[in-house]
């Protein structure tokens, strides 16, 4: 039988570490210890559930798997095709945008990197060097209201259970214990490949990593990749269902395995939402501002705008 066979009801043992902050303050903290270069991280705002009052907390997912939802369909085929020089080449030579003779000229990864920071669904997955960065991401999609409660002199505006989450990855125990293989080749559907899980039944999903994609950036620059330290998981589960995320994935990988974890691969913060309002001191937004974290340092357009104009009154 496939390992795939296998997802269904498996205990999670040492795979995840699940950290309750009481306040944003915690978290950062943290950030020397965090900042070792052993970690790189993403921030959830995650949904609330007002059926069941709880939050549900995102999974490590790509935007491709989320775009076709339960459908099968492999992200080497997506590229081989949509993707594919000639036929990029032959449809878009004719736009007239100052950036298509760059695109067209690029190489595969470069249009996956560039598309990828433009909506198009892609199984890499945005993570960055600076825990600051992922904080503000976290609550970039949190719906702040205009109006908000206070209950004991404290922000009171979202129910008590409901947080965000910063998302730790260790890279030391991803390229160790599973053999995770960094991004090398900027033609990565030749070999794509060697990026298969070396686990018996897990071939046909794909792990890579890319710290420093800027460098295969050649032919435009990518400055708000720069400015956001970001980096770059290959997570391809498409031939899987929907709910076989990252963490999952990883899990039964380890138990059908037996492989012993020192730390655990995944770690997640999870935040209150009321905390981010100015209270006694400041707001979470103020203070990521003040430590060049927020929207007008990480973006080199319009778009850093979109993401502070619902917390630049928090």
Known sequence: MQGADYLEDISQMDLIKTI?????????KLKKKLCTGDYIFRGHTNSFDNNHGETDEWKINSSYKRYLEDR????????????????FKMHFNIYKHSQTKSLINSTLIEKLYFFQHYGLPTCFIDFTKDPFFALFFAISGI???IIKTVKNKKPATFPDNQFFTVIQLHLKTLIEKFGIKPIVDPNIEINYSQY?????????IKVGFDLNPCEKIKTFKN???LKQKGCFLLFDNSQLKSSYDLEKVMNSVITLNKIMLTEPLITKYRIPYNSIFRDTDISLFTFLDNHRATGRFLFNDIQGI?????????
């Open 20 to 28: 309750e902050l009481s306040n944003w303050r915690d978290f950062t």
């Open 72 to 87: 099968q369909v492999s992200f080497d085929h997506f590229i081989k095709i949509y993707l594919n020089e000639r036929l």
């Open 143 to 145: 719906k702040v209201p």
């Open 196 to 204: 298969s899980l070396n686990f018996f039944g897990f071939k046909n």
């Open 223 to 225: 400055k708000n990749l």
């Open 306 to 314: 979109k993401y502070d104009i619902m917390h630049y009154l928090t």
